[in-house]
């Protein structure tokens, strides 16, 4: 099934349509600020009552997307919503200011109000107002239109302009994450590929669990997904379009251990190719499907990852001993290794805003899940434990998706944490789940 029309189509053209005008939209900021520290940190007071229905058809759909923002925000770890019942003020007109002595009394230092109606050709108009109460005035204001069973959508749009207006930074709620579906007992596990929102809503299946499926990346610029399936014989690399549904087949890859990852403009990927007793690094353009050789040593280099703006490639590499991680141009060349803790590291992944690099480091029993800058520098356990791998960060690089698999009869389990080590949460899914890879912002 197609998905959502693009943001901008969503976005009523006028900046402020939901009536910023009407109260002065201003940059003033009375308390309502996130002040992002690595230190001491307490969330940001807010307030998100029930949108006010058009109609009182509408009074699902209302309270539903006001739930959906509560949870985006809360979820973040940088907001704390406040509890209805606590609410002294029952907002019942948007277009009214609100009684900002009420929101202050209860400690509330921004304030969300809407809308939702149906209109008469059957869409859905949502309206949103992010308030600051201290001064009174008017952060952010939007409309848009949308099929009715989008609305979640919305709401997740809705929270990533909150996001943004009081952290100064991109959100990252109007993205997804594709991972791998396990069932089964341990011994006849079956795992199928599967896409979800963010926050573990609208799951769907992309394969059906006949062959086994691995290691799914998401491009960092489109809606495509590359991963591994071993079907008869050798494993495939696939490309699969999440708009279209289509699937192609990039090639056989005898021997690859993990699927490849996109360039940052999506028309190369880059990849591990076993041959002998080493493996060494290629890039493929997708539309020639030709290949370029990285590397040529007697060592193990895999898991290669590229820097946002295409200049140079992390990977993991024995060439030293122990698999640790190193960092390269990306045309090729001289390797400089920046990991030198104790213990190995594995799985790298570059930041979206290239400031850090994730990775798993193995040591003492533990699997922990970190990140440091790119130089090796500022090394930071965000957590550790058994069996902690895959990580994969959120689209504005503010989170760290991974998954956990405590052994056993168990199965694996997604989380995430925030890069300061703060906020590490669960990740509902109907089932196990590994291997998780998080999308860019839909655009």
Known sequence: MPLLLDR??????AAGAAGAAAFGLREAFGQARVQITEGNFAPLPIAIPNFVPGTPGDAEVSNGVAQVITNNLKRSGLFAPIDQAAYLEKITNIDVPPQFKSWASINAQALVTGRMTRQPDGRLKAEFRLWDVATGQQLAGQQYFTSPEYWRRIAHIISDQIYE????????????????????PAERRVKRLALMDQDGANVRYLTRGADLVLTPRFSPSTQEITYMEFGQGEPRVYLYNVETGQREIVGNFPGMSFAPRFSPDGQRIIMSLQQGGNANLFVMDLRSKSTTRLTDTPAIDTSPSYKPDGSQICFESDRGGKPQIYVMPASGGQAQRISFGDGTYSTPVWSPRGDYIAFTKQGGGQFAIGIMKPDGSGERILTSGFHNEGPTFAPNGRVVMFFRDPGGNAGPSLFTVDISGRNELRVPTPGYASDPAWSPLLS
């Open 8 to 13: 901008r189509k969503l976005m009523l053209t």
């Open 165 to 184: 207006r009081l952290t100064g930074e991109k959100g990252y709620f109007d993205s997804r994450v594709v991972f791998i579906d396990e069932s089964g």
